[in-house]
């Protein structure tokens, strides 16, 4: 017994032993930390890439100076990964742990991942013209719409900020304006899901949400996506989780905005001599010993006292926007949790915007053939409040009065003067303008194996709930004497189902991938109006509509449905011969009844890799070269639900004594309608040369758009004006250019250059298909859709010129025209010509960057060339002696003699739109940041910083005289003065901060 306890004790002793020296060396090595750096081939650090470990469910991600720490309890084997650079695995051990990670750019061997909708491809194997958007432009601006940080920045994407208003959205186009009626904006995808058409927009999706962006622009691109492809297609795809362990970042910033420029009106002594000057010029009696208009502004002339009416209307504005997110997983589940908090106060008082958005996504690996995953966020816009009037801010006299002696605000500034109100009304009422967008989407995959191996099934799913809300109440205050209110509410309810099966398989040289898609998807509108007037006092609001004596009540429903089917071959042989070939078949509930409702949409694409011929392996030069081009047809249904039907619309007349409802003529419907049609060629080259120093992307394409849905005038003996039919075809051709050029590369500094350029061409080939012009809409055979049609001014008639040969009846201080049909007077039929096209000729962008050690400097300049606009603050017509006017527009005087201005007394009775140049240069933004280094970051366990001060919308050099050229700019009487929101100067200071 005593032997056999001996024998127990020894070999525990052993196995002690055994296990103490295993435990010292595992001790040992947990004792080791890697510190790394990834780095491109110039050395400028990759923020965010990613760190994998083989094998293990550990990773990380790099800081903002491309540095990560991770800690180890055995050699392993690291896999370091970043968009647009080759995947590269590094071994690391105790002896191996302090490391420089260099990735090389993966377009020199053509493997960056793009995504092309329904899937990605490598950029190698792209035959379509696909524009990825810089990562720096989704970074470190002060946007609430991710559109304008692309304002510019993208060749073919033409992005026009019509109005500054926040939380607006601006226009876009994608390779020209392709439809007459219908709208020419591009289609938008987000996670695979459609955000056009749901109710939703851009201003939902939060910009650090967004990990790549993707716009595809030619036929092979966007015939995918057929009957919405017809106008480009913008595919964004947000941030998912990565393995390792939980990662938190905030990302914010905050700062003010001003007008970016001020149309100024005209100071006190110069709005009293354009009085005068207007007064002797018309021949008028001065009504008072004071050189004003009105009877109340004689006390704060004769006072001194002067009010300037823009600084009353504007302050200075606020914007911030404060982001924290949490990402991280395992092999098999990976998530990503964001929210984010963004205010802005305009800089007219009474704008406002915020949004609250939380977004998830998770992704989960079930089994090894099982994967599944679900993306939800919430979006809540809120656009709240009364808004001051800029438009009559500009219009109200120095000497007018802002207050009554009660505090509040007068009615009328200028007393007895009852065509201007006072510009702060606004601000009485009461505003609720809200909408909210829940969004939930998910999605299934199974893999195959064995003799089905590549082959997969998905099933994505997508729902949308849209409520909005919109209330207003307009009081005595606001020159509402019994009050009016209004309560407006709607909700849109989309789906969206998509059955997917693709197939990828190397056979050898050979690769094939085949996508083969069913889709549905519906969308429901609801919406009811009710208003109210007649208050008894102001005390209730639109709280209570009852209480008006006087009560409207409206509603309105639709639906929308589209079911496509589509198919999908990419071909590719040894990396060097390309083909696409797509075709898609989309079914609208919106065409007529006499059609089948389908369309068929086909595109074919080739491309050839010639940098992988063997001929050019050794070239020392050319790292890449690759040539493509892409035929095919896309679709645009042009017309919204119930088009194509015959309706009436309701009336209510008096019948003896009595109020009845009846019905008349409203639209003729036309059973007939079907797709608009836009048939398109692209070629191209992507090249890159002198060791990747210059990368470019040039392409040249051409497209007709046939079928276009015009109105056609019919005879009144119908009792119908007119009826929707395909009628009409246009054309669109053009360049784009896009490099990017490494200029100076040294150890600490380095100069990068973005450079963008694109030339449209868009012309009218038919309407109606009789040949002729259309005078009354300005659509002209031969010429882009949008031109100024007018008079050719030439000047201003001077005292002494005799105009009874060219214009008979004008007199000094008329605007000059050109005579040009030479027949001795201005008329509209013999004298009207195209002076030129809204729509810029040409659009370019240039990005500098520097880097020098911690600090970056970025400089975007945007350039738009060759449009013209109508200049409204050209003339104020016989309002020009009752209001003020900018001070600088000046007007002609008998001593001025200006060639420019018209006199005072001059009656635009020909309609003239003063027509001017509306081409500009914009430094757009400049963004200084500087990356605190990570031995500091260490000391306080910190992952990476890094501060950054951005400015926007700096300078502006333009010849138009204006708020700016690029914003569309309502008169008194037309448009909506609301939207007279001038372009803004944003500074803010901004933070990134990634936590260990």
Do not use: C
């Not at 040369?689 to 758009?705: C, E, H, M, P, W």
């Amino acid at each position: 017994m005593r032997k056999k306890f001996t024998h127990l004790l020894i070999i525990t002793l052993l196995i002690s032993v055994i296990i103490n020296v295993f435990t010292q060396n595992t001790f040992a090595q947990t004792a080791y930390t890697v510190t790394g750096k990834v780095v491109d081939e110039t050395g400028s650090p990759l923020p965010g890439a990613s760190v994998a470990v083989a094998g293990k469910t550990q990773g990380a991600t790099a800081g903002p100076d491309g540095t990560f720490r991770m800690v180890f309890t055995a050699p392993a084997t690291l896999s370091i990964s970043f968009v647009g650079m080759e995947t590269k695995s590094v071994q690391v051990s105790s002896t191996n742990h302090n490391i420089t990670i260099t990735l090389a750019d993966s377009r020199k061997g053509l493997n960056e991942v793009v995504v092309v909708g329904y899937g990605q491809q490598k950029r190698s194997d792209v035959t379509g013209s696909v524009a990825s958007v810089p990562k720096a432009r989704l970074e470190q601006l002060p946007v609430t719409n991710v559109l304008q940080a692309l304002e510019g920045a993208v060749a073919g994407v033409n992005i026009t900020t019509t109005s500054s208003v926040p939380g607006a959205q601006p226009s876009t186009t994608v390779r020209g304006q392709n439809s007459i009626t219908a709208s020419s904006s591009p289609f938008v995808v987000v996670d695979g899901i459609p955000l056009s058409k749901s109710g939703g927009s851009l201003n939902d999706i939060n910009p650090n949400d967004i990990a790549s962006m993707e716009i595809l622009k030619d036929a092979s691109a966007v015939a995918i996506y057929g009957a919405n492809g017809s106008n480009g297609v913008i595919l964004i795809t947000t941030k998912r989780g990565t393995m390792g362990k939980p990662v938190i970042r905030y990302n914010g910033y905050a700062g003010t905005e001003k007008l970016g420029h001020i149309l100024t009106p005209r100071d006190p002594a110069s709005f009293t001599q354009k009085f005068l000057d207007y007064e002797s010029q018309n021949k008028l009696t001065q009504q008072f010993p004071e050189p004003v208009y009105n009877n109340s502004e004689r006390a704060n002339y004769t006072a001194g006292h002067i009010i300037d009416w823009v600084k009353e209307t504007t302050q200075t504005g606020i914007i911030q926007d404060h982001n924290v997110s949490v990402s991280g997983g395992t092999e098999d589940v990976k998530y990503f949790l964001s929210g984010d908090y963004m205010k802005q106060k305009g800089v007219i008082k009474g704008y406002q915007y915020n949004r609250v958005g939380i977004r998830s996504n998770l992704d989960v690996k079930v089994t090894n053939y099982l994967s599944v995953g679900a993306t939800a966020f919430l979006a809540n816009n809120n656009y709240d409040g009364g808004r001051a009037n800029l438009l009559n801010a500009t219009a109200m006299s120095p000497y007018g009065n802002v207050y009554n002696a009660d505090g509040t605000y007068t009615i009328y500034p200028m007393a007895p003067e009852q065509l201007y109100v006072n510009p702060l009304l606004g601000l009485t009422t009461d505003v609720i303008s809200r909408s909210v967008n829940l969004n939930g989407n998910g999605y299934a995959e199974i893999k195959f194996g064995g003799v089905l191996k590549g082959l997969r099934y998905r099933l994505n799913a997508g729902y949308t709930y849209l409520p909005t809300r919109n209330d207003t109440y307009s009081g005595r205050l606001a020159n509402t004497p019994l009050g009016s209110a209004s309560a407006a509410s709607s909700e849109t309810q989309s789906y969206t189902l998509d059955h997917l099966l693709l197939y990828t398989r190397d056979f050898g040289k050979h690769r094939i991938d085949f996508t083969g898609l069913y889709s549905s998807q519906q969308r429901k509108y609801f919406t009811s109006t009710a208003g109210a007037t007649n208050f008894i006092n102001d005390e209730l609001s639109f709280n209570n509509l009852g209480a008006g004596s006087t009560q409207t009540a409206s509603s309105y429903q639709d639906r929308y449905a589209l079911n496509s089917q589509m198919g999908r071959i990419n071909y590719s042989y040894d990396s060097r011969y390309l083909a696409t070939f797509t075709v898609r078949r989309d079914g609208s509930s919106v065409f007529g009844a006499n059609t089948s409702k389908y369309g068929y949409f086909p595109s074919a694409a080739l491309g050839w890799n010639i940098s992988n011929e063997d001929f050019m392996k050794n070239s020392k030069i050319v790292n890449n070269l690759k040539l493509r081009g892409s035929y095919g047809r896309s679709g645009n249904e042009a017309i919204s639900v119930y088009q194509t039907i015959t309706t009436d619309g309701t009336n209510r007349f008096p019948f003896n004594g009595t109020s009845y409802v009846g019905v008349l003529a409203s639209n003729l419907g036309n059973a007939n309608l079907h797709w608009e049609n836009t048939q398109s060629t692209n070629i191209g080259v992507e090249f890159s040369l002198f060791n990747s120093r210059i990368n470019g992307v040039i392409d040249a394409y051409s497209s007709k758009t046939t079928d276009l849905i015009l109105r056609r005038n019919l005879p009144a003996i119908t009792g119908y004006g007119n009826v929707l039919d395909n009628i009409g075809k246009i054309g669109n051709r053009g360049i784009e250019v896009t490099l990017n050029t490494r200029n100076v590369s040294l150890k600490d500094f380095k100069w990068e250059s973005n450079i963008v350029y694109a030339v449209n061409r868009n012309r009218i080939i038919d309407l109606y298909g009789d040949g002729k012009d259309d005078l009354g809409n300005r659509w002209f055979i031969g010429q882009p859709i949008s031109v100024i049609y007018d008079y050719k001014m030439t000047g201003v008639w001077q005292t002494g010129e005799d105009a009874s040969k060219q214009d008979p009846g004008a007199k000094p201080g008329d605007l000059k025209f050109a005579d040009l049909n030479g027949d001795g007077k201005i008329t509209a039929d013999g004298d009207k010509t195209i002076l030129g096209q809204t729509a810029p000729k040409w659009t370019g962008g240039l990005t500098n960057t520097f880097r020098y050690k911690s600090f970056n400097l970025s400089v975007f300049i945007q350039t738009a060339q060759g449009m013209l606009k109508n200049n409204p603050d050209y003339n104020y017509a016989d309002e020009s002696g009752r209001r003020n006017t900018p001070a600088e527009i000046g007007y002609w005087t008998p001593t001025n003699g200006s060639q420019q201005f018209q006199a005072l007394s001059y009656t635009n009775t020909r309609g003239y739109g003063y027509v001017h140049d509306a081409s500009y240069t914009r430094i757009k933004d400049v963004t200084l940041s500087y990356t605190v280094p990570q031995k500091f970051l260490d000391k306080i366990h910190v992952a990476s910083l890094m501060f950054y001060l951005s400015g926007r919308n700096l300078k502006t050099f333009t010849n138009w005289i204006g708020w700016d050229p690029e914003n569309n700019y309502s008169t008194r009487g037309s448009g909506d003065w609301t939207n007279n929101y001038p372009q803004t100067r944003t500074f803010v200071l901004g933070a990134n901060i990634s936590l260990k």
